[in-house]
Structure formats: structure tokens, C-alpha cells
């Protein structure tokens, strides 16, 4: 076996054979890619931990029942629902425009919906304020269909729509401009009209696509609090939102966090964290099972 | 059964300009499209299935003029290139979509009878990912089969195909044409399956129709290099290649004899001097056997040339860098283009 090692370094030069050596620079390699994506995984992780390692499980329990975190939590639950579902009804449409039509300007508008995530949200939340000051046409009207916005769950919603609908709407995008221009083809040719096409092929595989962006845009929407602080610090009851005056749950782990209860903000923020990971949990769970009902094919084993 | 008539048909996508095409599909007639890449083909099958509208010229299908209409309107099963298969749906489920929509009452039974016979039965669960080419191929044109369409357009078919695959396509083309008498029309490149499938072409060269014909026409007197190339002229030469060359070289010899295209001829044999020809001396680039005999390319007056040595072959092969003398008779020796003397090689 020793003489096998010689043949590997023809040129007989001194040091390592040659494929000890490339294993060791391969080996640094993997090594350097360990290090460096731990590094990052760690900084993901550690503070999730010190939040779980501040507070007890007995506090977590505590969080639970208290009545005015269970409201902030409805109330953000609740608002969030919305801000996706008007990202649903507003954002896909959008998407698919914006993938599979050509129109003047386009690119332009492809910019402008990118926009929202670029803005400082404390910026989101003074303009939005400006922009409903009494007085102004959109008070006005906002009043007069009862959806006011200050202090109200419609305020939230808007905060929330305005800084993360562009997920959608981007997702959405590029996930339809991902269908494959053919198979969409193909379905017409076989007696699909535009709409029945729509539905049945570029809809459903381009789901996938959709629904993390809807993820992203929900997360995007629980986690705002710069607009938030500006037009909806505190939520009176009206609209949706029927329960105690209240504020987001982010607002609320803020004034835990400023009135110096860290036991009581860390143990808030992991039980809104233990909620949106089971969210995530089910989505994935869904996504391997198979009743997520996009791209079969492609997760097939 | 149901006709179709193409009449000047022209298209314009872009810059780009398709046409006057004139088809007549009658029930059990194949027209094979050849041409280069961005001759038009692909456009040629979209306008016919109705995702470009004609700028001219009218589609009628048993008379009735359907240029305007829609895809879905048209009847007519198209096959894009890539084949176009749904990836969330299973082999069946794909088979059953155009009767799935159509809400056909026989949508079961008749998903199991395609399935048998394209012999998925056993793959029927599968997903297309999951399926080899040619399994893919049988599942795209048995999902065409299933919304009953009165033509068949298919782009490419053979593509990405191994040998075994291409021959059971062919044989599934076939069959399609005598047992079901639908019309087809496929863009291919591979000239063999377009001599056993189809009974016609149309040559197609920067939008233009460059030739029209039957089968053996187009063996006889293809219309230029493109057309020369497919029906399996190892020697062609347009008229750009053929530019140059010092009087009595051969180059200049095969010039006076080239139409505006250029010309071609058939492989000539080293080994057997025809009488009558002039003689050319060609230097050996590489030879190599094979069951028609020993093929040898070689370079001559700055062109390519190549031979062919006729079975049976004795060893040892002619080295590179071995000088080797041809001969070539003027009538073996095929103008390209129109107007040229033609026909007169085969």
C-alpha cells in the first residue's frame, strides 16, 4: 500500500502526494463554507435562544392567558389576515400583470412596487399620516365610508398592506413569469380558454411561488412597527377589531420593553415566536405531504 | 375527416416576416418544415394554431375561414417544442385534461383507452418528470389525441430523443396518419424520420418558402445548401465557399457548374477513378469505418472535402496527411438554386 503513494506524485517532489494535498485544499474549502454559514446560522439562533433562556416556560404559560397580550395578539393576528388577504386580491393580479402583459412603462411600475420595501417604515407611517390628516379629501372620505384610520385596526391594515404587499406582488411575478410560456400553449390549444387556462395551469404551478411570498408578506406585516408607531400606537375598538384598547403585538413587546419588564417582553416575544414557527411548521408539513396542491411533480419522491 | 387549406398565408412577428404559405392537409397527408434556425417554422406552427393571426392570406378548415378564431376554437392539436406537459399533473391526468374541460362524460374510459394504447397504463400515476423522453413524447401526443383534433402540428418531435426513441415515434407517427387519417404537420430536423413520416415539404429559408415538393423531388433537386445538407449531401458548397481559387483549380472547376446557390455531390470513391472527370488531388483529415464503407474527410483546394471507399474495405485506414486522388464527372455534380440545371445527380 506505501508504494501506491509515490505513484500519485510522479514529479517526486517533497511535501504531500499530490491527492493528499488536493484532499486538504478541498478539505479547507469545506471547512471555510462550515465555518462561515455556521457563523450566520449562529446569529440567527442565538438570539432566540437568550429570548427563550429570559423567559421561563412558566412565564410563556403566563403571556398566554394574560387578557391584554391575547388581545394584542388577536388584534395583529387579525390585522395581518387582512393585509394578506388584500394582498391576495390586490398583489396577484398585479403580479400576473406585471409577468405576463407588455404595456408602456412597465418596468417602471416593476420599480415603484419594489419600493415600499426600500422606504424607512417610519417614513411609511408619516406620509400615510399626512395623507389622512383631518381635513384632507381622504379624511374625509375614509370617515364618511367608516373606515377611519387613525388609532384604528384599518390603520394597522393599511401600515401593514403598504409595507408588505411588494412581497406578493414580487413573488407573485416572478412566479408566473416562471410558468412555462409552452405548457400554457399547449392547454389552449387542447380547448382551454384564457381563464380556464389561468385556473387550471398557470395558477397552480405558480402557487408555490405565491404562497411563500404570502409568507413573507404576513411576517413582513406582524413584524412593522415604524408606521405603526405613527398612525396606530394604540387600537380602539371599532371595524373588525371589537376587543379592549390595545396595539400590535410588536408595540406591545416595545412598551414591555421600555417600561423595563424584560422577563415580560422575552416571554411575549417567544410565544408569538412559538405561533408564527407552528405557522411555518404547517405550511412546510403541507408542502410535504402533498395536500399543497402546486407543482406535485416536482416534490414528487 | 376534416381539410385544411393554408392560402398566402403571411405573418409578421417583430421584423421578422413569415410567408406566402400555401399548405393543403387533406385527411392522412404529413408535411414535414425544414429549415434553418429563425426560418420561420415554429412561426409557421403558432399561426396555425392560432397564437399569431395571419397578416394575410386565410386558414380554412372544410371551407370555413378560421384565421381569426382562437386556440381553443381551433381544433387543432398542437405540440410545442419541449412537448408542453403539465408538471403538477400525473400521465392520466394530463391524458384527461382537454376532457376533463370539456366535462366529456367518457372522460374516464377514454383516458384508459389512450393510456393502452400508447402503452402508458403502467406509468398512468407518474409525473412527467419522472418519464423518460420518449415516454413523454407518447404521453404529449396522446393528451393531443384527446380533444380530438382534426390536425396535428408538432414542433420538433424527435428532440432530445435517443435512437430506440425516435424509431417508436416514428412508428407512432405513422400510425397516426393511416389508422387515424389526421393531418400533421412537423417541423424536424432529422431527415430520416421526415422521409418516413412525411409526404411532402416545405423548405423554409429567412421567412421565405424556398421549396415545396414531394419526397422525391426534394431528393432530386433540393432548392439550396440547407435542403442539399438535409437530404444527406456530405459535399455542399454555397456560392460563398465556393469564391476564389486560381483558374484550373478545383474550386474554380466547380463554379462553372454551380447555380446561384451553390452546389453538391455525393461522396466520390478514391479507389474507383471514374473516366471522363478531371482529376483532383485531396489531402486525408481523418477516416473512419463504418457499415456503408471506410468515410474519409480530406481538405481540397481549401475545401472540405469527403469520400467515401465502398465495401469491402482492406485495412490499414489512410493515415492524415496522406495525399489521395478523386475524380468527379460533371453530371454527377448537383446545382443549387433556381433556375439551375437540376436533377441530374440521383
Known amino acids: 500500500m506505501g508504494e501506491s503513494v509515490p505513484e500519485l506524485n510522479p514529479a517526486g517532489e517533497s511535501g504531500p502526494p499530490v491527492a493528499r494535498r488536493r484532499w486538504r485544499a478541498g478539505g479547507l474549502w469545506t471547512g471555510l463554507q462550515v465555518v462561515l454559514s455556521a457563523s450566520l446560522l449562529l446569529l440567527f ?30 388584534l395583529t393576528f387579525l390585522a395581518s389576515g387582512v393585509a394578506v388577504l388584500a394582498a391576495i386580491v390586490f398583489g396577484i393580479p398585479l403580479g400576473y400583470l406585471l409577468a405576463r402583459r407588455a404595456f408602456p412603462g412597465r418596468g417602471v411600475v416593476e420599480a415603484f412596487v419594489a419600493l415600499p420595501v426600500v422606504i424607512p417604515h417610519l417614513l411609511v407611517g408619516l406620509g400615510l399620516f399626512l395623507l389622512f390628516i383631518p381635513g384632507t379629501p381622504l379624511f374625509r372620505f375614509s370617515q364618511s365610508i367608516g373606515f377611519p384610520v387613525y388609532d384604528t385596526i384599518w390603520g394597522v391594515v393599511l401600515v401593514m398592506v403598504f409595507v408588505s404587499a411588494p412581497y406578493t406582488v414580487l413573488a407573485s411575478m416572478l412566479s408566473f ?27 397552480p404551478l405558480a402557487l408555490r411561488g405565491i404562497v411563500a ?19 396606530a400606537y394604540a387600537v380602539y375598538p371599532g371595524g373588525l377589531y371589537t376587543g379592549p384598547v390595545t396595539s400590535t ?34 405550511v412546510r408539513v403541507g408542502e410535504r405531504s402533498g395536500w399543497l396542491p402546486w407543482h406535485r411533480g416536482e416534490l414528487a419522491p | 375527416m376534416t381539410r385544411w387549406v393554408v392560402e398566402r398565408m403571411e405573418t409578421a412577428l417583430d421584423r421578422f416576416q413569415l410567408g406566402p404559405v400555401s399548405l393543403d392537409l387533406s385527411p392522412g397527408s404529413a408535411v414535414a418544415v425544414l429549415g434553418p ?10 399561426t396555425l394554431a392560432g397564437f399569431l393571426h395571419p397578416r394575410q392570406g386565410r386558414i380554412l378548415r ?13 381544433g387543432l392539436g398542437y405540440v410545442p417544442q419541449g412537448l408542453g406537459l403539465f408538471p403538477q399533473r400525473t400521465v392520466a391526468r394530463n391524458i384527461r385534461y382537454p376532457l376533463e374541460i370539456r366535462n366529456a362524460s367518457d372522460a374516464e374510459s377514454r383516458t384508459r383507452e389512450l393510456l393502452e394504447r400508447f402503452h402508458l397504463s403502467a406509468l398512468a400515476d407518474r409525473y412527467p418528470s419522472r418519464l423518460s423522453g420518449g415516454e413523454q413524447q407518447r404521453v404529449a401526443i396522446a393528451r393531443a389525441l384527446a380533444a380530438g383534433p382534426s390536425l396535428v402540428v408538432w414542433d420538433e418531435p424527435w428532440q432530445g430523443l435517443d435512437v430506440v426513441a425516435r424509431y417508436e415515434l416514428g412508428q407512432v407517427l405513422h400510425d397516426l396518419r393511416e389508422t387515424d387519417r389526421i393531418p400533421m404537420v412537423v417541423v424536424t430536423h432529422d431527415p430520416s424520420l421526415a422521409f418516413s413520416v412525411a409526404d411532402s415539404f416545405l423548405v423554409l429559408h429567412e421567412g421565405r418558402v424556398r421549396d415545396q415538393c414531394d419526397a422525391t423531388a426534394l431528393l ?56 471522363g472527370g478531371p482529376l483532383w488531388d485531396t489531402v486525408v483529415r481523418s477516416a473512419r469505418p463504418g457499415p456503408t464503407g471506410v468515410t474519409i474527410e480530406s481538405r481540397c483546394d481549401e475545401l472540405l472535402v469527403t469520400l467515401r471507399v465502398a465495401p469491402p474495405v482492406t485495412p490499414p485506414l489512410p493515415a492524415p496527411g496522406t495525399r489521395l486522388r478523386f475524380s468527379l464527372r460533371p453530371e454527377s455534380l448537383l446545382a443549387l438554386g433556381p433556375g439551375a440545371s437540376r436533377g441530374v445527380a440521383i
Do not use: C
Not at chain 1, 429570559?54 to 403566563?62: L, R
Not at chain 1, 400553449?185 to 398557470?202: H, I, M, P
Not at chain 1, 411570498?213 to 398612525?231: H, N, Q, Y
Open chain 1, 45 to 74: 439562533l442565538l438570539p432566540i435562544v437568550a429570548l427563550f433562556t429570559y423567559a421561563p416556560v412558566s412565564h410563556i404559560f403566563g403571556a398566554a392567558s394574560n387578557v391584554n397580550v391575547r388581545a394584542a395578539l388577536w
Open chain 1, 177 to 203: 413569469r416562471a410558468v412555462d410560456g409552452r405548457v400554457l400553449e399547449a392547454a389552449r390549444s387542447l380547448g382551454a380558454g384564457s381563464a380556464v387556462a389561468f385556473l387550471t395551469v398557470t395558477f
Open chain 1, 213 to 231: 411570498g404570502l409568507l413573507l408578506s404576513w411576517a413582513r406585516a406582524v413584524s412593522e412597527i415604524g408606521g405603526l408607531l405613527v398612525i
Open chain 1, 249 to 282: 403585538i410588536s408595540i406591545y413587546i416595545y412598551d414591555e420593553f421600555q417600561g423595563g419588564n424584560l422577563s415580560g417582553a422575552a416571554a411575549v416575544s417567544s410565544l408569538f415566536l412559538l405561533m408564527a414557527f407552528a405557522l411555518f411548521l404547517l
Open chain 2, 37 to 46: 434556425s429563425g426560418a420561420g417554422k415554429t412561426t409557421l406552427l403558432r
Open chain 2, 62 to 74: 372544410d371551407g370555413v375561414d378560421i384565421s381569426r378564431w382562437l386556440p381553443e376554437e381551433r
Open chain 2, 220 to 275: 432530386r433537386a433540393p432548392s439550396d445548401a440547407f435542403a442539399a445538407r438535409f437530404v444527406g449531401f456530405e459535399n455542399v458548397y454555397d456560392a460563398d465557399a465556393l469564391r476564389g481559387g486560381a483558374p484550373g483549380s478545383f474550386r474554380t472547376w466547380l463554379r462553372q457548374w454551380a447555380g446561384p446557390e451553390g452546389i453538391a455531390f455525393a461522396s466520390p470513391d478514391p479507389s474507383a477513378v471514374a473516366p
